[in-house]
T-cell receptor, first 113, second 115 residues
Framework: GNSVTQMEGPVTLSEEAFLTINCTYT??????LFWYVQYPGEGLQLLLK?????DKGSNKGFEATYRKETTSFHLEKGSVQVSDSAVYFC????????????FGQGTTLQVKP | NAGVTQTPKFQVLKTGQSMTLQCAQD?????MSWYRQDPGMGLRLIHY???????DQGEVPNGYNVSRSTTEDFPLRLLSAAPSQTSVYFC??????????????FGPGTRLTVL
């Protein structure tokens, strides 16, 4: 079946450090891929998305490229801030949009001043 | 637009009690879903609906019921609460057409504790 695997956390970085959170997936067809972010005490917000191979999603300095050859969608940011501290979820939607998302387990990021 | 709204925000139940978690959206989305979030397990799909009158089971449906009588509302019912249902519950909605790639919009969540 379809699945998403994220690197385990927590990830602790100093402010202005480079961030990578790995995400790989297993899916049939051509899924869409998402990164959602959850700030403390809040719901999930869409951070970025990519709907086809080689697409790059970007938002708020974060980027991720849909790599079909390696079935990956790694999240990167060049210089993190304390305000980026949150839980990050990688997710996929099956091709054809069935109304369901499959999530990875989430990665907690803590950024220290 | 209010987006996706959920009530209540917090709830404490005793084992065996029943309750309904409310979810509503004002974006005219056809698809609606319920997820539960547990530490280290991400979000898991409980039930989902592709339109009024149509529902289906997700990954973890046992102990929960849903119905979809209108496009806007998608309540989740706990029939007889158990401690294993202690979790944070999220409702989400999305367009049916694949123009957005299946992006879902989430409510703020309901934190449920079952004693």
């Amino acid at each position: 079946g379809n699945s998403v695997t994220q690197m385990e956390g927590p990830v602790t970085l100093s402010e202005e450090a480079f961030l990578t959170i790995n995400c790989t997936y297993t899916a049939t067809g051509y899924p869409s891929l998402f990164w959602y972010v959850q700030y403390p005490g809040e719901g999930l917000q869409l951070l970025l998305k990519a709907t086809k191979a080689d697409d790059k999603g970007s938002n708020k300095g974060f980027e991720a490229t849909y790599r079909k050859e390696t079935t990956s969608f790694h999240l990167e940011k060049g210089s993190v801030q304390v305000s980026d501290s949150a839980v990050y979820f990688c997710a996929l939607a099956n091709s054809g949009n069935t109304g369901k998302l499959i999530f990875g387990q989430g990665t907690t990021l803590q950024v220290k001043p | 637009n209010a987006g996706v709204t959920q009530t209540p925000k917090f709830q404490v139940l005793k084992t065996g009690q029943s309750m309904t978690l409310q979810c509503a959206q004002d974006m005219n989305h056809e698809y609606m879903s319920w997820y539960r979030q547990d530490p280290g397990m991400g979000l898991r799909l409980i039930h989902y609906s592709v339109g009024a009158g149509i529902t289906d089971q997700g990954e973890v449906p046992n102990g929960y019921n849903v119905s979809r009588s209108t496009t806007e509302d998608f309540p989740l019912r706990l029939l007889s609460a158990a401690p294993s249902q202690t979790s944070v519950y999220f409702c989400a909605s999305s367009y049916s057409k694949n123009t957005q790639g299946g992006e879902q919009f989430f409510g703020p969540g309901t934190r449920l504790t079952v004693l």
